[in-house]
C-alpha cells in the first residue's frame, strides 16, 4: 500500500454515500504512522452528516491537524473554505488529506483553489460505491466521474473501491464493486488503487488472494449515533 504515501496532498471525491469520509479518516490515520506532520481538511460544506471534523479528539490524540471551516460546531454548515487550506498547499512538510463534500456541488469548493493544486505534488481520487445507484453501472459512474473533473478542473488519476452496505456489508457486496472499478478503469484509462474492505470482511482469505496488495483493510470510525 505503498501509494498511500505516495503524494503529499491526497483528495477525495466521489457520490454521497461513496465513503469518502471514512476513508480520508482511515489515511490520515495511517499516514500518521508513517509521517511527522499530517493534516486532514473537512471541506464538506453540503452534507451535515458524517463529517471527518466529528473525530476532532482523536485527530488531536494522534498528532493530525484537522483543517475545517467551523470546528467549534461539527455540525454547522459554513460556505466558506479555511485559511488553513493555503498553508496545507504552500507548506511541502506536511502531507494532506482533503474530505471533500459529494456530487458536483460539493467538488466545486476545489475549483477555486485549482490554480494551484496543479501545481503541487497531488492526487485526486475517486471513491466508487456499487451499491449506490448514481454509480451502479459503467456508464453512469464514468459520467458523473468526468463531471467531477469538469467542474474541479482536476484530472482523476485513481479509483478506489469501497462498495458496502454499512454493517449489513457481504463479500458479495465487495466482488461486485471489485468487478464495477475494474470496468470503470478499463473505460477511463485510470487504475484501481486499491479496494477498501472492512478490516473483519479483509481477513477473508478469497479477497486475500484475489486483491494482494491493493486490498485496504479499514476501520469503521463514521458510525451512525444509535451504532455507538
Not at 506536511?94 to 477555486?112: E, F, P, Y
Not at 470482511?201 to 496488495?213: P, T, V, Y
Amino acid at each position: 500500500m505503498g501509494w498511500i504515501t505516495e503524494k503529499r496532498l491526497t483528495i477525495m471525491v466521489g457520490h454521497y454515500g461513496s465513503g469518502k469520509t471514512e476513508l480520508a479518516v482511515n489515511l490520515a490515520l495511517m499516514l500518521a504512522e508513517k509521517k511527522k506532520r499530517v493534516a486532514l481538511a473537512d471541506l464538506d460544506v453540503v452534507n451535515p452528516y458524517f463529517r471527518s471534523r466529528e473525530k476532532g479528539e482523536l485527530f488531536e490524540e494522534k498528532g493530525i491537524w484537522l483543517v475545517a471551516n467551523s470546528k467549534a460546531c461539527a455540525d454547522a454548515d459554513v460556505p466558506s473554505m479555511p485559511v488553513e487550506l493555503n498553508t496545507l498547499i504552500q507548506d511541502e512538510s506536511i502531507t494532506s488529506i482533503w474530505d471533500v463534500g459529494g456530487d458536483m456541488v460539493g467538488a466545486k469548493v476545489l475549483a477555486r483553489y485549482q490554480p494551484q493544486v496543479i501545481r503541487q505534488d497531488y492526487r485526486m481520487l475517486f471513491v466508487l460505491n456499487a451499491n449506490r445507484p448514481q454509480t451502479a453501472s459503467v456508464e453512469i459512474a464514468k459520467n458523473y466521474f468526468r463531471e467531477i473533473e469538469a467542474v474541479t478542473g482536476l484530472p482523476i488519476d485513481g479509483i478506489i473501491n469501497n462498495t458496502h452496505m454499512c454493517t449489513e456489508t457481504r463479500i458479495s457486496d465487495i466482488e461486485k464493486g471489485i468487478v464495477l472499478a475494474e470496468k470503470l478503469s478499463q473505460r477511463t484509462g485510470i487504475p484501481v488503487v486499491a479496494h477498501a474492505v472492512e478490516k473483519t470482511i479483509a481477513q477473508e482469505q478469497s479477497l486475500r488472494e484475489q486483491l494482494g496488495d491493493r486490498l485496504l483493510p479499514i476501520r469503521i470510525y463514521m458510525k451512525k449515533p444509535w451504532e455507538i
